[in-house]
């Protein structure tokens, strides 16, 4: 990638980072993993749903 396409992507993700910790939700950055309560949908979460599509990141769901 270009260093500028590396950039944006970077923000990109750090953008939807924020918006998910900030609804209480935990995301390992290096695992590209995000963990959600059992029984919840991912795809009902739009930042997840993306997430999972453009970077491959992952869902795993955790007992609460």
């Known amino acids: 990638l270009h260093l500028c396409d590396r950039r944006q992507r970077q ?10 910790r900030k609804k209480g939700v935990k995301v390992n ?19 997840v749903r993306r997430l999972r599509r453009e970077y491959d990141f992952v869902v795993q769901f955790e007992i609460v």
């Open 11 to 20: 923000m990109c993700i750090r953008d939807r980072l924020y918006r998910l």
């Open 29 to 47: 950055t290096r695992e590209r993993c995000v963990y959600l309560p059992y029984g919840s949908e991912p795809d009902n979460i739009a930042q």
